[in-house]
Each structure stands twice: as C-alpha cells, then as structure tokens.
C-alpha cells in the first residue's frame, strides 16, 4: 500500500510540473503592462519598464517559468502583479499586489465541493437509473431515460445551468424560500445552499451517459456465474442486482470517472460562471482580465492538482468495489 500511495504521489507531482509549465507557455505572451502603454511621458514608459524588469517579464519563458517555480516552493503563489507604481524618482512600486494564495484556496475549496457534490449526484443517479434500465430491458421506462441520457449528453452545462438559474433560482428568490445563488460565505448549511442548485446543473448533464453505462455493466454482471450461484441459493431478485451485480458494475463506473475528472472539472467551470459561485472560473477570469501570467498558471495548476485528488480517490473507491482491481 505504501509503495502504491508513493508512486501516486510521484506522478501527480509530474503531472502538476508539467501541467504548470504548459501554462506559463500558454499565458507567457500576457503582458500585464498593457494599460501603462497608454502613458506616454517620459516616468509613464519609465515605469513600465519597471515593472517589466522587477517581474522578469522580459526573460525568455523557461527561466521566468523556473524563477516562479522555485518562488512558489519558498514562499507560496506570491502577490498579483503590481502596476501601482509610485510617482517620481527614483521609480518603486506604490504596493506589491494582492496576496493570491488565501483567494485560489477557497476558489479551489468551493470548486472541490462543486465537483464533489455533483460527483456524488451521479453515483447516486446513475445507479437508480441504471439498475432499474437493467432489470427491466426494452420496457417504455428504458427507452425514456435512453432518450434522456442522448438529451442530457446534447445540452451543454452552461445552458442546464442557465435554465435552472431562471426557474429554481428565480422562484427562490421571489418565495424567500432556501436555495442561494452566489458565492457561500457562511458556514457549511450556507455552502449546501449556494452549491445545491450548481451541483444539479453539473450533475444532470452526466447522469444520463454514466446510466447508460451502467446499465450495460450491470446486464453483463446478471450474467455471470456468481449471479446464478446467488439466484440459486434463493437469494431475492433485488438483492442479488443491489448486493452484489451493481457492486461489481460501479467499479468500472468509478473508474472511467476518474479517467475523465479533467472534463468534469472543465463542466463545473461552467457551472461556477453562470451561478457565480466564486470558484476557480471566477478567479480565472479576473485574473484574465487582469492579464497576469502568474496568477493564471498557479489556477490551472491548483486545477490539476484538484484533478489528481480526485482521480487517486476514484482509484481507491474502485478497489474497494471490487477487489479483483489490481493497485496497477
């Protein structure tokens, strides 16, 4: 198990290196001076190239990649890129920026509990739908939720989102009635009130297609001999589909989520950017307004470190399912 855990750990610190060098790369052509161009007295271009030079942002990408890395080891994210700078000579910043690790933490806690809720939705989903498409094949019910699983694979999230935004949202805050729209603040019932409705929204585009995979997983499971050998001892038909087939089905299930963690956390950006949750899109898309490269990347690094903590938990979950899944 130690040996296990440790090469988890290995490749997801490769994995986050590279995910964070690809992302400087990509946001390396930002210039975060933009605005200052407009100034054109002589302390206006002074400045600028100021700020130029106390941020490396005319060093080649690689070492200004290399210059942030070994920052964020010693001395965390660091601050925002500062244009604030003081009139006069000689030339100083007027503030070093805003600190960006207390805001990318509780992006990524809003994000992570999104992402978990929602994930939790279509296990639960997934498996009502699936098992009962299975027990009863070609029936209407079957080909009801066939035709919802092609329609909730067909609609983007954002425009699910949109949709319950204006109807469940909407009535609440006419009817003063529990669910919030917005980021949480409180404590953990206010969070279960701000992310309900976005988790939903995340969720209901992924419940149909994981059904239908379930439901394949699980006729396949009813097939096989230890389904008969239970069938035979006189076990009852909804224990032997609930106890042991759905058991053994959910264990690919979990696995081909983990698989596709990147897409889901993708889905739940657009969740947070249309309930304005405050999570990871939120703060991605202020700090692309702001055009700063080190903001950016340490979001989609904080991303892929989020990705790989729930892949490695999916992984785990798998192998309690079903012990037959080697630790690979």
């Known amino acids: ?34 605005p200052m161009v407009l100034d054109t007295t002589p302390h206006g271009h002074a400045a ?87 027990r009863r094949q070609r029936f209407r019910m079957d080909v009801s939720w066939r035709f919802l699983a092609y329609l909730g694979a067909a ?14 949202v909407g009535a609440a805050s006419q009817t003063d009635v529990w669910l919030e729209n917005g980021p949480p603040q409180g404590g953990a019932v206010d969070w279960v009130r701000h992310l309900t409705v976005p988790a939903v929204a995340l969720a209901l585009g992924l419940i149909g297609v994981y059904a239908r995979f379930l ?12 389904v008969v050998v239970a069938r035979a001892k006189g076990l009852s038909e909804r224990r032997v589909v609930h106890r042991h087939a759905l058991r053994a089905a959910l264990a690919p299930l979990v696995s081909l989520l983990s698989l596709e963690m990147g897409a889901v956390l993708g889905a739940s950006l657009a969740a947070d950017g249309v309930f304005h949750s405050g999570g990871l899109a939120s703060t991605f898309l202020a700090a ?25 938990a999916g992984e785990a979950l798998a192998g309690a399912l079903d012990p037959r899944i080697g630790r690979a």
């Not at 439901?215 to 230890?226: F, H, K, N, T």
């Not at 692309?288 to 490695?312: K, N, Q, R």
């Open 215 to 226: 439901r394949s997983s699980v006729i396949v499971e009813l097939g096989q001999p230890y």
């Open 288 to 312: 692309l307004g702001d055009a700063d490269p080190f903001e950016l990347t340490a979001i989609v690094t904080v991303a892929a470190v989020l990705v790989c903590l729930f892949s490695f």
């Open 1 to 34: 198990m130690g040996r296990y855990v440790l090469r988890r750990l290995v490749l997801t610190a490769a994995t986050v290196v590279a995910v964070s060098f690809l992302a400087f790369l990509a946001f390396s052509p930002l210039d975060p001076t933009g």
């Open 48 to 134: 600028r190239q100021f700020v130029l030079a106390h941020y490396h942002l005319k060093d080649d990408p690689v070492s200004r990649w290399w210059h942030w890395a070994t920052g964020v080891l010693h001395h965390g994210f660091g601050n925002t890129v500062s244009t604030d700078v003081a009139a006069g000579f000689p030339i100083r910043l007027r503030s070093e920026g805003q600190p960006i690790g207390p805001t990318l933490w509780h992006s990524m806690g809003i994000t992570a509990a999104l992402v978990g809720g929602a994930l939790l939705l279509v296990l639960i989903g997934s498996s009502l739908l699936g098992t009962s498409s299975a």
């Open 155 to 168: 609609v983007p999230t954002f425009l699910i989102g949109d949709l319950l935004q204006r109807s469940l």
